[in-house]
């Protein structure tokens, strides 16, 4: 999932979030108290634990919406797999029947920076909860920024955090820069049949030929399928 790592390469314009797909009954028609869910990963492709990740934040956190944001410019590692265009496609398709979920790009990939493209993108007064896995969380928490204090205090000066354990159970970094946000971090509940599967778990069985079913949802296999995606081992 995409993290607040550093890198020199990322764009100098500010951050720009487009839509690929609203959400037909999101914040839009909620007049005040307005709840934005964001998952932000490379999604090549997006799986099943995605798709929980998502719906146990909007049902345990109230949510009035989720939006699936896919960074152009990944933070932390290089832009490989399925075209971005493939991977946005295969997005819409996952959550066509969730009419509360919306799917996005943005130009940069750090937290921050989404929540920079948040607030031009949505109504003033919307606050916004990311929703990412527990190494992705810990990355966030622990990264070594230049101004650690002011990076994590732009962040939740803006957002919350809800983080789900994967591999291993998340717990609060008890650094001194982490410590005053303690209460805008929370838990959230996923499945333990989620927490292990990954997006590189599904490539890797799609080069080798292998079954993906109930890994990824069924219109995203099918669409893989037809487009003949993930036929190669990724680098």
């Not at 500010?14 to 609203?22: G, I, N, T, V």
């Not at 007049?31 to 492709?45: E, I, T, W, Y």
């Not at 797999?81 to 940069?108: K, N, W, Y």
């Amino acid at each position: 999932m995409a993290t607040t790592e550093s890198r020199t390469d990322l764009p100098s314009k500010p951050p720009r979030l487009s839509f690929f797909r609203p959400a037909p009954a999101g914040v839009g028609i909620v007049p005040q108290g307005r709840r934005l869910g964001v998952l932000s990963a490379a999604f090549n492709p997006i799986t099943v634990a995605h798709m929980a990740l998502a719906q146990s934040a909007y049902e345990h956190f109230h949510l009035h919406e989720v939006l699936f944001v896919l960074p152009i410019t990944q933070p932390h590692k290089a832009l490989v797999g399925a075209p971005i265009a493939a991977r946005l496609q295969m997005m819409a398709l996952a959550v066509q029947d969730r009419p509360a979920f919306s799917i996005g790009s943005c130009t940069h990939g750090l937290f921050i920076d989404i929540c920079r493209a948040l607030e031009l993108a949505y109504p003033p007064q919307t606050h916004f909860w990311f929703i990412t896995g527990r190494d992705a969380g810990e990355r966030i928490l622990t990264w070594p920024y230049p101004d650690p204090a002011q990076a994590l205090a732009d962040l939740f000066g803006r957002a919350d955090l809800l983080v789900a354990d994967r591999e291993g159970r998340f717990r609060v970094p008890d650094l001194a820069v982490v410590r005053p946000y303690a209460d805008q971090i929370h838990h959230l509940p996923l499945e333990e049949k989620y927490q292990q599967i990954s997006a590189s778990e599904v490539r890797a069985r799609l080069a080798k030929g292998e079954d993906v079913t109930g890994l990824i949802p069924d219109p995203v296999l099918a669409y893989i399928r037809q487009h003949q995606l993930y036929r190669e081992p990724s680098p």
